[in-house]
């Protein structure tokens, strides 16, 4: 099993430039989060997905988007990149039941924005 | 809103060793307690949880105390091997607030051999 999968690992954008960010999980999980990391911080949550079809904003959902193509799948987009958007991006998903279970990461996208 | 905070930002600790990483959270509503290890380039890697029902769990080297009259968490790591170098985080989970996760700002922990 291949747990959680983010593409791309790097990329670099310009300022302006448009970019998708996409996660894959394969745990037949139904909740799937966003989450953004920079320098001497802790995760912050920018977008989650409870259930298929469904989405909302976590802490810092300015200037992204997301789309939860399937069960599968849940994308995070970058309609106009900022330099301030320059981090390293981690996809998670967990099985949502009536306790808490953890959530399980991809090993993220660096993106630098220039 | 949630703050979680770790006391350390780094330990050194020689191999063999026990380490202790210490986490405090301000939201007495958290009731899932989560321990996450980070290695450089990768996610972060679940260790061991804890429900709020509970005030000690063990796994494999690993022990997590809660402490929830003073809102506290710690994780024990007994003979630290090189392997355990990275960056530890807890994160905090409250079913009032939508079971999200909030993360403390990480505690690296470098193992000398």
């Known amino acids: 099993n291949a747990g959680v999968t983010q593409t791309p690992k790097f990329q670099v954008l310009k300022t302006g430039q448009s970019m998708t960010l996409q996660c894959a999980q394969d745990?037949?999980?139904?909740?799937m989060y966003w989450y953004r990391q920079d320098p001497g911080m802790g995760l912050r949550l920018i977008y989650y997905?409870?259930?298929?079809?469904?989405?909302d904003k976590g802490e810092v959902p300015n200037g992204y988007n997301v789309s939860r193509l399937n069960k599968r799948e849940f994308s995070l987009r970058l309609e106009s990149a900022a330099p301030s958007q320059t981090s390293v991006y981690f996809c998670?998903?967990?099985?949502?039941?009536?306790?808490?279970?953890?959530?399980?990461f991809g090993d993220g996208t660096r993106l630098s924005i220039l | 809103g949630e703050s979680v905070g770790l006391h350390l930002p780094t330990l050194s600790v020689q191999e063999g060793d026990n380490s202790i990483i210490n986490c405090a959270y301000s939201?007495?509503?958290?009731?899932?307690f989560i321990w996450y290890k980070q290695e450089s380039g990768k996610g972060p890697q679940f260790i061991i949880d804890?429900?709020?029902?509970?005030d000690k769990r063990q796994g494999q080297r690993v022990t997590v105390l809660l402490n929830k009259t003073v809102k506290h968490l710690s994780l024990q790591i007994a003979a630290t091997q090189p392997g355990d170098s990275a960056v530890y985080f807890c994160?905090?989970?409250?079913?009032?607030?939508?079971?999200?996760?909030?993360f403390g700002g990480g505690t690296r922990v470098l193992v000398k051999p």
């Open positions: 804890i429900r709020s029902n509970m």
């Open positions: 997905s409870a259930s298929e079809g469904t989405t």
């Open positions: 998670a998903s967990t099985l949502q039941r009536q306790g808490q279970t953890p959530q399980h």
């Open positions: 745990m037949n999980h139904n909740s």
């Open positions: 994160a905090v989970v409250s079913q009032a607030a939508g079971n999200k996760l909030t």
């Open positions: 939201n007495s509503a958290s009731d899932y």
